[in-house]
Protein backbone atom coordinates (compact mmCIF):
# COMPACT_ATOMS: atom_id res chain seq x y z
CA UNK A 1 0.00 0.00 0.00
CA UNK A 2 2.81 2.50 0.53
CA UNK A 3 5.35 3.63 -1.78
CA UNK A 4 8.98 3.56 -1.09
CA UNK A 5 10.44 6.95 1.35
CA UNK A 6 11.88 9.11 -0.51
CA UNK A 7 15.36 8.90 -0.87
CA UNK A 8 16.16 13.24 -1.06
CA UNK A 9 20.10 11.81 -2.37
CA UNK A 10 19.08 10.60 -5.56
CA UNK A 11 15.15 12.41 -6.04
CA UNK A 12 16.52 15.83 -6.37
CA UNK A 13 18.92 18.50 -5.31
CA UNK A 14 19.25 20.19 -1.99
CA UNK A 15 17.96 23.81 -3.46
CA UNK A 16 14.64 21.36 -5.74
CA UNK A 17 13.59 19.83 -2.59
CA UNK A 18 10.68 21.92 -1.21
CA UNK A 19 9.44 22.38 -5.35
CA UNK A 20 9.63 18.43 -5.42
CA UNK A 21 7.65 18.09 -2.32
CA UNK A 22 4.84 20.57 -3.19
CA UNK A 23 4.21 19.00 -6.10
CA UNK A 24 3.56 15.78 -4.54
CA UNK A 25 1.29 17.74 -2.20
CA UNK A 26 -0.22 20.08 -4.69
CA UNK A 27 -1.66 16.78 -7.04
CA UNK A 28 -2.56 15.31 -4.03
CA UNK A 29 -4.62 17.62 -2.29
CA UNK A 30 -4.81 20.86 -4.43
CA UNK A 31 -4.99 20.14 -7.95
CA UNK A 32 -6.94 16.41 -7.36
CA UNK A 33 -9.38 16.10 -4.40
CA UNK A 34 -9.04 14.11 -1.94
CA UNK A 35 -11.86 12.62 -0.04
CA UNK A 36 -11.88 10.13 3.67
CA UNK A 37 -14.99 7.79 2.93
CA UNK A 38 -15.27 8.86 -0.57
CA UNK A 39 -18.31 11.38 1.23
CA UNK A 40 -15.80 13.94 3.30
CA UNK A 41 -13.71 16.24 1.51
CA UNK A 42 -9.89 17.33 2.92
CA UNK A 43 -10.03 20.57 2.46
CA UNK A 44 -6.25 22.07 1.52
CA UNK A 45 -7.30 25.53 2.66
CA UNK A 46 -5.43 26.74 -0.21
CA UNK A 47 -6.34 30.18 0.83
CA UNK A 48 -4.02 30.17 3.92
CA UNK A 49 -0.65 30.43 2.40
CA UNK A 50 2.72 31.26 3.14
CA UNK A 51 5.76 31.67 0.77
CA UNK A 52 3.24 31.23 -1.95
CA UNK A 53 2.14 27.07 -0.57
CA UNK A 54 -0.56 25.96 1.92
CA UNK A 55 0.12 26.48 5.47
CA UNK A 56 -0.43 22.89 6.08
CA UNK A 57 2.21 21.74 3.24
CA UNK A 58 4.51 23.70 5.45
CA UNK A 59 3.09 21.40 8.42
CA UNK A 60 3.78 17.99 6.86
CA UNK A 61 7.02 18.42 6.12
CA UNK A 62 8.40 20.33 8.97
CA UNK A 63 8.94 19.65 12.60
CA UNK A 64 9.04 22.34 15.65
CA UNK A 65 12.33 22.82 17.27
CA UNK A 66 11.48 22.12 20.92
CA UNK A 67 14.80 24.70 21.71
CA UNK A 68 13.90 27.57 19.59
CA UNK A 69 10.02 27.04 19.21
CA UNK A 70 10.68 27.08 15.24
CA UNK A 71 9.43 24.88 12.22
CA UNK A 72 12.34 22.88 10.52
CA UNK A 73 12.49 20.71 7.71
CA UNK A 74 12.15 17.22 8.80
CA UNK A 75 13.14 14.29 6.57
CA UNK A 76 11.55 11.54 8.36
CA UNK A 77 8.02 13.64 7.49
CA UNK A 78 8.89 15.10 4.40
CA UNK A 79 10.28 11.34 2.79
CA UNK A 80 6.95 9.98 3.47
CA UNK A 81 4.53 12.87 2.00
CA UNK A 82 2.96 10.27 -0.74
CA UNK A 83 1.52 8.39 2.10
CA UNK A 84 -0.73 10.69 3.63
CA UNK A 85 -2.79 10.94 0.71
CA UNK A 86 -2.99 6.69 0.47
CA UNK A 87 -4.09 6.76 4.23
CA UNK A 88 -6.58 9.17 4.20
CA UNK A 89 -8.14 7.12 0.68
CA UNK A 90 -7.30 3.72 2.54
CA UNK A 91 -8.59 4.19 5.95
CA UNK A 92 -10.49 1.22 6.04
CA UNK A 93 -7.67 -1.01 5.15
CA UNK A 94 -6.34 -3.55 7.91
CA UNK A 95 -3.26 -1.38 8.42
CA UNK A 96 -4.98 1.33 9.42
CA UNK A 97 -6.01 2.24 12.86
CA UNK A 98 -8.70 4.78 13.08
CA UNK A 99 -9.27 6.22 15.98
CA UNK A 100 -11.11 10.08 16.99
CA UNK A 101 -9.16 11.72 20.15
CA UNK A 102 -10.39 14.67 21.97
CA UNK A 103 -8.03 17.20 22.10
CA UNK A 104 -6.50 19.76 24.94
CA UNK A 105 -8.09 22.18 22.76
CA UNK A 106 -11.46 21.07 23.13
CA UNK A 107 -11.59 19.58 19.52
CA UNK A 108 -12.23 16.24 18.30
CA UNK A 109 -9.77 14.95 15.96
CA UNK A 110 -9.75 11.75 13.67
CA UNK A 111 -6.75 9.85 14.09
CA UNK A 112 -5.61 7.35 10.93
CA UNK A 113 -2.11 5.44 12.47
CA UNK A 114 -0.48 3.42 9.47
CA UNK A 115 1.22 1.00 12.94
CA UNK A 116 3.09 -0.71 11.05
CA UNK A 117 4.96 1.97 9.75
CA UNK A 118 4.91 4.71 12.22
CA UNK A 119 2.97 6.99 10.50
CA UNK A 120 0.13 9.41 11.37
CA UNK A 121 -2.54 11.17 10.07
CA UNK A 122 -4.59 13.77 11.78
CA UNK A 123 -7.63 15.43 10.42
CA UNK A 124 -10.24 17.81 11.76
CA UNK A 125 -13.70 18.35 10.84
CA UNK A 126 -15.09 21.30 9.24
CA UNK A 127 -18.49 21.02 8.21
CA UNK A 128 -20.77 18.13 7.26
CA UNK A 129 -18.78 16.89 4.60
CA UNK A 130 -15.57 18.54 4.46
CA UNK A 131 -12.48 18.43 6.77
CA UNK A 132 -8.82 19.61 6.26
CA UNK A 133 -5.25 18.17 7.25
CA UNK A 134 -4.00 19.29 10.58
CA UNK A 135 -0.68 17.18 10.46
CA UNK A 136 1.13 13.84 9.36
CA UNK A 137 4.02 12.74 11.13
CA UNK A 138 6.29 9.89 11.75
CA UNK A 139 6.50 8.36 15.19
CA UNK A 140 9.97 8.95 15.72
CA UNK A 141 10.33 7.61 19.31
CA UNK A 142 8.90 4.36 21.37
CA UNK A 143 7.44 6.67 23.89
CA UNK A 144 5.21 8.30 21.45
CA UNK A 145 3.87 5.06 19.82
CA UNK A 146 3.26 3.82 23.20
CA UNK A 147 0.90 6.98 23.66
CA UNK A 148 -0.73 6.57 20.13
CA UNK A 149 -1.57 2.99 21.05
CA UNK A 150 -3.12 3.76 24.49
CA UNK A 151 -5.23 6.81 22.44
CA UNK A 152 -6.62 3.86 20.15
CA UNK A 153 -7.65 1.39 22.67
CA UNK A 154 -8.87 4.13 24.50
CA UNK A 155 -10.99 5.27 22.00
CA UNK A 156 -11.45 1.07 21.33
CA UNK A 157 -12.18 0.34 24.46
CA UNK A 158 -15.11 3.72 25.23
CA UNK A 159 -13.04 4.72 28.36
CA UNK A 160 -13.49 8.34 27.17
CA UNK A 161 -17.62 9.66 27.25
CA UNK A 162 -16.66 12.78 25.28
CA UNK A 163 -16.28 10.36 22.08
CA UNK A 164 -19.62 9.15 22.07
CA UNK A 165 -21.57 9.41 18.88
CA UNK A 166 -18.69 11.44 17.39
CA UNK A 167 -17.77 9.00 14.42
CA UNK A 168 -18.26 11.52 11.26
CA UNK A 169 -19.87 8.67 9.39
Known amino acids: MFSEILDFDTCCETSKRID ?17 GQKIYID ?28 EFDKKRACRIKWINVIIENYLDKKIKMFYYFEANKKI ?24 LVTSFYIDRNYN ?25
Open 20 to 36: FLYDIFRNDFVDNRCYL
Open 44 to 71: PCSNKKRDGKEKIFWHVITKQNSRTRKR
Open 109 to 132: RLYLWAYEVDFIVIIQKLGKKSSY
Open 145 to 169: KNIYKKRYEDYINRKDIRLNSCEWF
